[in-house]
């Protein structure tokens, strides 16, 4: 199968053959045709699947093939609308590189930036505009964006957007786009409030699925490493100087934690940084452009901040925290073995998180193995304590003694795991729950 396959036009072709694609994606290859056909799609597909090429392309292509000779300042033809800032940025630099040898104009919009160069911006031709709700919506009640000529919306992580409770947003701007539009739904989960909107959104929508659905990607090698909750940065820094490790996300569950983890790890002479909401939007891009070109190591980031990070063949994903949502596991283990390459996430999981670990394994239906690395085997006399709302103490906090555990597991004699570096089949430490009722 190749691109021009797929009903695309000479210019794309050379476009996606420029930026190293051989044959599309097996996304690509089906939303292409769906959206050239000009019916609505309701796509289910995670990032790293090359979905943004899915819809981005044949977009490119549709409107180039309806150019309206307009004179003077041509409308807003097609939006994107996505739930963050570095996601946005990078699906625009998507557009703009696929439509390089087009005639078309595109461009970001997300808050955390001044809006005065948007304004201007937005007086001149602008054909594809890729927005996140909240500026859109401070545009909208400016009036300085118009949406009156829009024939093509995307919703781009659909689940997502929901989940950040962007719901609101998203009606208003829809109450605003004509009527008579081609609408396309991505998104990695299908709850039933995705359904719901994609009920009220889409028109006999053509249906596509890849990677069933909370499927962990067979590239990626998972593992986990078992830790006391107060030695999970040295077991990290421990890792990440043995082998070697570059290009490694690590995921915390809080703003904090990232702060401090990042500080932490570069205390220990390992590069970092921490990316998430409260950090200007110049502060994000740049560690993200340093953790591109390889000069930072390690990135730190939040669920949320971490949507949607574009860099290909991301070699390590590191759970410091298991996240709250089982379903987080698997979009922070997509960034990794993204698109064909081979990817490693492992899972640093302390006594407080067996339950997690437990609800994880059950929806991917995949039992992770474990590795326990000598020197770091839990202290069996170590209690589980509860997560409070997420607020993990994480490592370094030595507080707490002897708090009750509602919740913790059964038993506390945990043995020493297995073997010195080598999966402990059914390692002790962990003691996991054969699943009855979690
Ligand atoms: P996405 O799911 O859109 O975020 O894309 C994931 C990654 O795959 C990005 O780094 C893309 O540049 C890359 N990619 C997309 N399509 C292809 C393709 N047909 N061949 C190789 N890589 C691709």
Redesign the pocket.
């Known amino acids: 199968m190749t691109?021009a396959a797929l009903g695309l036009s000479d210019e794309l072709v050379r476009a996606?053959t420029e930026?190293?694609?051989?044959?599309?994606?097996p996304?690509?290859a089906q939303a292409i045709p769906a959206v050239l056909s000009g019916g609505d799609l309701l796509a289910g597909?995670?990032?790293?699947?090359?979905?943004?090429?899915?819809f981005t392309l044949p977009i490119l292509q549709r409107l180039t093939a309806s150019a309206k000779h307009t004179i003077g300042k041509a409308p807003i033809r097609a939006l994107v609308l996505i739930p963050t800032r570095e996601?946005a940025a990078?699906?625009e630099e998507?557009v703009r590189d696929y439509g390089k040898y087009l005639k078309l104009n595109s461009m970001t919009m997300i808050g955390g930036v001044n809006i005065n160069p948007q304004i201007n911006r937005l007086k001149s031709r602008v054909d594809i505009l890729v927005a996140t709700p909240g500026r859109l919506l401070d545009h909208l009640q400016q009036k300085t964006v118009d949406l009156s000529h829009v024939e093509i919306l995307v919703l781009d992580e659909a689940d997502r957007m929901l989940d950040m409770g962007f719901i609101r947003d998203i009606k208003k701007i829809l109450a605003v786009l004509p009527r008579q539009r081609q609408n396309l739904l991505f998104s990695a989960t299908f709850s039933a409030e995705i359904k719901l909107l994609a009920d009220g959104l889409l028109n006999k929508p053509a249906m596509i699925e890849v990677a069933r659905q909370n499927a962990t990607a067979e590239l990626i090698t998972q593992k986990v490493y078992p830790v006391d909750r107060e030695r999970k940065r040295e077991l990290l820094a421990h890792l990440i100087k043995e082998r070697n490790w570059f290009q490694v996300l690590v995921f915390t569950r809080t703003k904090h934690g990232a702060n401090r983890l990042a500080e932490q790890l570069d205390k220990d002479g390992i590069s970092s940084l921490a990316i998430h909401g409260n950090k200007s939007q110049a502060a994000r891009t740049r560690a993200l452009a340093e953790f591109k070109t390889g000069k930072l190591q390690v990135l730190v980031a939040t669920d949320i901040a971490a949507r949607?990070i574009?860099?290909?063949e991301l070699p390590h994903v590191v759970n410091f925290e298991l996240p709250n949502v089982p379903e987080d596991y698997v979009h922070r283990i997509g960034r990794t073995g993204?698109?064909?390459s081979e990817g490693e996430a492992s899972s640093l999981v302390c006594v407080d998180e067996h339950k997690l670990l437990n609800d994880i394994e059950r929806l991917t239906k995949n039992e992770i193995p474990v590795v326990q690395i000598p020197g770091f085997e839990p202290d069996p006399r170590i209690k589980a304590e509860p997560i409070l709302n997420g607020q993990n103490r994480g490592q370094g906090g030595g507080r707490g003694q002897g708090r009750s555990q509602p919740g913790s597991r059964a038993g506390g004699g945990a043995g020493r795991g297995g073997a010195a570096g080598k999966p402990a089949a059914r390692a002790p430490a962990l003691h996991r729950s054969g699943g009855r009722g979690r």
Do not use: H
């Open positions: 691109f996606v930026r190293g694609y051989t044959e599309p994606t996304i690509q597909a995670q990032t790293g699947t090359g979905k943004t090429a899915g996601l990078q699906v998507s949607g574009d860099i290909i993204r698109a064909g």
